[in-house]
């Protein structure tokens, strides 16, 4: 793994020497917890936590890393975008504008230096702890975009992929915190991923559930001791033991998952 970060923040040096844009804060709506800026010509975001959080988000940043670590040791099932981490990570400068440095200084300034610090008279912007991840298309956007185009296949496909995102995370027992549109993007192969805002145990009442719509579709999720699956057609209620369903005649979902704390 450590070989592979060294080959990825060499061929991330190379390109620098080889491309003139800026970095810039990266398109979508912004997060509550963390930063995100890229490199237009670079396919990889960059994330930095930020020093403080909205009321809402009950969190700290050893719990934010803490999280991070769980989505990286679990199955993924192809679901949850994987990130690479690093320390003190210097860029140049010049290739950022004083508009992003400016926010980089207001979100996370205890992780920011500014410095020579390799002497060699150019000054350095220096992250101290950074997530890099590979980019993809915020879902709000994609769906944004492809409503202007009046591309409705695209709008369609990205709707039921979404809803199969659901699902396979569920089927993994791991359940997206937030399920905004923005929290999930759209990779380069067209397949909907999620970026983990893990869901801590606390967040759902023994005894409760969490209920939403997925393609005109009731769902519900309860908390439970082992994962289950079921829906709900004309003709009752059926147990779904390899978690998958044909969607047609469905009327409502209900999943019960097992949840850890981090």
């Given amino acids: 793994a450590k070989q592979g970060k060294t080959l990825f923040y060499r061929d991330f040096l190379a390109h620098m020497r080889h491309s003139t844009d800026r970095f810039r804060i990266a398109p979508g709506i912004k997060g509550m ?27 700290t940043r050893e719990q934010i890393k803490g999280k991070d670590l769980l989505v990286k040791q679990h199955d993924r099932v192809g ?18 504008s004083d508009a992003l440095v400016a926010e980089l200084q207001a979100s996370c300034a205890s992780l920011l230096e500014i ?10 912007l220096i992250l101290k ?20 185009a009046g591309d409705r296949e695209a709008i369609e496909r990205a709707v039921v992929e979404y809803g199969n995102a659901i ?10 915190g937030d399920m905004l549109w923005k929290n999930f993007g759209v990779t380069r192969h067209g397949k909907v991923v ?9 967040e759902i009442p023994d005894g409760g559930a969490l209920s939403f719509t997925w393609a005109r579709v009731p769902f ?3 908390k439970g001791a082992a994962t289950r699956l ?12 390899d978690r998958s369903f044909d969607p047609h005649g469905v009327v409502a979902v209900e999943a019960e998952v097992s949840f850890t704390a981090a």
């Avoid at 917890?33 to 969190?59: A, C, E, G, N, R």
């Avoid at 702890?129 to 202007?148: G, S």
């Avoid at 699902?167 to 997206?176: E, G, M, R, S, Y």
């Fill in 129 to 148: 702890h950074v997530y890099i991840e590979r980019r993809m298309i915020p879902l709000n956007i994609y769906r944004q975009d492809a409503t202007q």
């Fill in 230 to 241: 079921r829906v709900q057609t004309a003709e009752g209620w059926t147990d779904c033991p």
């Fill in 167 to 176: 699902k396979d995370l569920v089927a993994a027992n791991i359940f997206p």
């Fill in 115 to 124: 410095s020579d610090r390799d002497g060699d008279g150019q000054d350095e």
């Fill in 33 to 59: 917890v963390m930063l995100v800026f890229d490199l237009p010509s670079f396919p990889f975001v960059f994330k930095v936590i930020k020093d403080f959080y909205p009321h809402q988000k009950d969190t």
């Fill in 220 to 222: 519900s999720i309860c």
């Fill in 194 to 202: 999620f970026d983990p805002v893990l869901l801590d145990e606390l």
């Fill in 79 to 96: 679901r949850m975008a994987d990130t690479l981490e690093y320390s003190n990570v210097a860029f140049p400068r010049a290739r950022f």
